[in-house]
């Protein structure tokens, strides 16, 4: 499918942007199971222009992290035209603005799902960047600040008339937070409604959920969000289901302590021994999903300061079955 022009993808499963969690090695680690697209977290673009560290360490990518889709969040046309600036000197192949984030911090300066409530304006924020971007344009929305069907349509066409190449919905409005149904209905009407590619966001946990969101809303990809959280291999699972209908075996226990610990490795890498451990905190947690008794352990791996700690945590985790 093409998703813009220049942006030919072979599959439909796309890693979304997810905050604190789509660093370059958990990217790099999707990609070993068939992810194709993925995107770097929401950037603020008044931050940007501070060239922290935080900020240059979220930019950071390498020749296989590829292709890369990069997400500002922001209002003010100078501080996103000063970012447009600064990432052209990176080679990212998609800008995609967050019209989506909920996190009241966000909102209450007006960014993020806050834009919902005005399509126009964010009709103009999303012409400004078309015109401006060196790259093609795509918006992260949901179905509206609360509901209404007619007003998440309002928005999907505000933004494809400002010229994007394609929209990406998460299926909840801003007051529903991660919380809720997902609403395939309107999801499928903004498809109906919408000339450009439309990717579907929200529960996308299991083939079978993927499956349904492509069957009853006709989207053109979907988003794998929490999905791939301790569960990377979601890409593989995915891709094996919807070609053959059913659920492919599970990874043993002694691959999922490879990839943990290859996960670790990488987060040590890349930031050093004493962030990375502590990064990787969560991802103990959720890879060990489902173990049985494995609490005290968890709860050993969030004290767990150094990479020889954590590597014994992970190798413990062979004592323990997965339900
Ligand atoms: C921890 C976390 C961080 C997220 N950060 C972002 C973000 O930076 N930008 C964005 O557009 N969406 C972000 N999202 C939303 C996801 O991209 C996705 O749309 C949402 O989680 C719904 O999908 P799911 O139900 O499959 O998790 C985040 C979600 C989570 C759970």
Known sequence: MFLTDNLKLRSRLILAPMSGITDLPFRLLNRRFGCELAFVEMINARSLGYKSKKTQRLLSTDAQDRPLGVQLLGKEPAYLLRALDILNSYKFDLLDFNAACPAPKVTKRGEGASLLKDPEKLGGILKLLVENSPVPVTVKIRLGWDKTESNTREIALAAQDAGIKAVFIHGRTKMQEYHGDVDYDVIAKVKKALRIPVIASGNIFSGELAKRMFDETGCDAVLIARGALGNPWIFREISYFLEHG????????????????????????FYGEKAGVVIFRKFFSWYTKGFRKIRPLREGSSRAKTQETMREMIEACGRYQKQ
């Open 246 to 269: 059913k659920e492919p075996a599970r990874p043993s226990v002694i691959s999922i302590i490879e990839i943990m610990s290859g996960h670790l490795d990488a987060c040590v890498g």
